[in-house]
């Protein structure tokens, strides 16, 4: 948490009223404000302006459209219970035009959003869950009677921000897996601009929430990659901080569902998980409030990389990952080095790995990779018997 002092100095009063139309006690409040800042990555104290903003800013005006999609990136963030989706709408932001949500229908919808658009002119929120159809005209999805790329073009013209949510705005997701006969295509390639995206089939509730409250608090979009991603979220695999990652450094492997790797919660690069090769923040963010290891990996799926284009959708789910930046265990740093021996063994040998840096590792990797948690026993048993005889003899 922040600086207590300066969250009280928001005023008394103030915390009572946002208790009040929140129906959150002080704390959760504030607990909520602290998740949102640690997702961000803001230094200690930010959450102080995070409550800040929350309360004071001005709620913008959110129009949220939806394509080619099966309506996951919305229930994932009605799932995410700090605060629930109608304390956000009613709080956070002013959700004016969302078609699965709204109580309007027909003119009565088309109207909220044209004058949602009219009267937050350059200032409202676009959102867009699901790909858009380009061929044949676009004619494959119509929402009231215009195309979704009409549609999307539209209501992007007057935005402040155009936020893509989940894989099929991001980068086409599901619905632009070959043959793609629609020819489902992302915002960023229809409007034909960068937006800023949050890949996820569905992504997490609260990738998206940081999202909007860092434009609320700081009045800009968080800074993102090349790829539009937040880069708070998506700059590290899934990888890098798993909590199988020990038992993959050591090889051991579930080879099957269910078998006796599986059961122990060994890695799961052998079943085709994607976590080498994917960007996103599941392995330290848990999904909704369900608890932590609420994620794939943590439940026993391989990650499919839902969120990474090339990965999710695209490779089949029992491939093995491509390994990306990934040290193999010869070129660790080491944790304790000989005091005045010159060139140890050990040290000799690392530096031979890294004169032949791509050969070496490469070895060291397969030579890894290539053990299961069977082959690995039999292996050591084998030196066991060995030391044994040694010993007897
Ligand atoms: Fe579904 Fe959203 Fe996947 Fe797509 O999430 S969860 S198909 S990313 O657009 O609704
Ligand atoms: Fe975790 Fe998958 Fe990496 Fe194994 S391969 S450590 S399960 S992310
Ligand atoms: Fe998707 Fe993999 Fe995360 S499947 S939800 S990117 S762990």
């Not at 035009?97 to 003119?107: I, P, S, V």
């Not at 699901?130 to 119509?142: E, H």
């Not at 089939?201 to 609320?216: E, Q």
């Not at 330290?284 to 391989?302: I, K, Q, R, Y």
Request: glycine share 10%; aromatic share 6%.
């Amino acid at each position: 948490m922040g600086d207590v002092s300066e969250i009280f100095d928001m005023g008394r009063k103030t915390l009572q009223a946002v208790e009040r139309r929140l129906d959150l006690s002080r704390r959760e409040y504030l607990q909520f404000c602290a998740t949102l800042a640690v997702t961000m990555g803001l230094p200690k104290g930010a959450d102080a302006a995070v409550a800040k903003a929350i309360e004071t800013a001005q709620r913008p005006s959110v129009i949220w459209l939806h394509f080619q999609e099966c309506t996951g990136c919305s229930e994932s963030l009605l799932r995410a219970e700090h605060p629930t989706l109608e304390k956000l709408i009613l709080d956070v932001i002013s959700l004016d035009y969302h078609e699965t949500l709204m109580a309007a229908a027909g003119h009565q919808a088309e109207a909220a959003r044209k004058d949602a658009m009219k009267a937050h002119k350059g200032k409202y929120i676009l959102v867009v869950e699901g790909a858009i159809p380009v061929k044949d005209n676009g004619n494959y999805c119509k929402i009231g009677g215009h195309k979704a790329i009409d549609l999307v073009k539209e209501c992007a013209a007057d935005a402040a921000a155009v936020i893509a949510i989940g894989s099929c705005a991001s980068w086409g997701g599901m619905p632009s897996t070959g043959p793609n006969p629609t020819g489902a295509s992302s915002v960023g390639e229809v409007l034909g601009k960068p937006v800023v995206t949050i890949p996820g089939c569905p992504p997490n509730p609260y990738n998206f929430l940081a999202t909007v409250v860092h434009f609320l608090t700081f009045g800009k979009l968080p800074d993102v990659d090349k790829q539009g991603r937040p880069k708070f979220a998506y700059s590290r695999l899934i990888h890098e901080n798993c909590e199988r990652r020990a038992h993959f450094d050591a090889g051991r492997f579930a080879m099957e569902f269910g078998d006796a790797g599986h059961r122990q919660g060994y890695c799961l690069y052998k079943l085709g998980c994607k976590g080498p090769e994917t960007y996103a923040n599941c392995s330290t963010l848990g999904f909704g409030d369900a608890g932590e290891n609420n994620w794939p990996v943590g439940c026993g799926h391989p990650c499919i990389g839902c969120s990474e284009q090339g990965v999710g959708f695209t490779k089949p789910i029992h491939q093995v990952a491509k390994m990306l930046n990934i040290a193999p265990p010869l070129q660790y740093a080491r944790i304790v080095e000989e005091q005045g021996q010159g060139a140890s063994f050990a040290s000799a040998a690392a530096l031979a790995a890294l004169a032949g840096a791509a050969a070496g590792a490469a070895v060291m990797l397969t030579r890894n990779l290539g053990l299961s948690h069977a082959a690995e026993e039999a292996e050591r048993a084998k030196a066991d018997s060995k030391t044994d005889g040694q010993a007897k003899g």
